[in-house]
Nanobody
Framework: QVQLVESGGGLMQAGGSLRLSCAAS????????MGWFRQAPGKEREFIAT????????WYSNSVKGRFTISRDNAENTMYLQMNSLKPEDTALYYC??????????????????RGKGTQVTVSS
């Protein structure tokens, strides 16, 4: 069974950058769409980015578009999220997930059926 483990979170000042990684083990995720979610305390889960199995197409929520970049390395079974120009409102638990129903953009967040435990990102003002 596929397991996903996120890393790269931490404490950063506003305007800074972080790069999150999502490593898959126990199986391949290279044929499926993958995505990033985040959840801040007291708020609902937010779907922020997805990428096709080839990495050739991506989608971003308006809240991160232009600042975050999703990418993947199928040879390494790993996905990334480069986060630039961080804002205090980006503070959240970030986690990655796989949509096994799609190899294109996984635009329906309810179809992501495998997720990691997350990595905390805290942005100070």
């Amino acid at each position: 069974q596929v397991q996903l483990v996120e890393s790269g979170g931490g404490l950063m000042q506003a305007g800074g950058s972080l790069r999150l990684s999502c490593a898959a083990s126990g199986g391949t995720v290279s044929r499926y769409a993958m995505g990033w979610f985040r959840q801040a305390p007291g708020k609902e889960r937010e779907f922020i980015a997805t990428i096709t199995w080839t990495g050739g197409a991506t989608w971003y929520s308006n809240s991160v578009k232009g600042r975050f970049t999703i990418s993947r390395d199928n040879a390494e079974n790993t996905m990334y999220l480069q986060m630039n120009s961080l804002k205090p409102e980006d503070t959240a638990l970030y986690y990655c997930a796989v949509d096994r129903t799609s190899s294109w953009l996984g635009l329906d967040p309810t179809l992501y059926n495998t997720r990691g435990k997350g990595t905390q990102v805290t942005v100070s003002s």
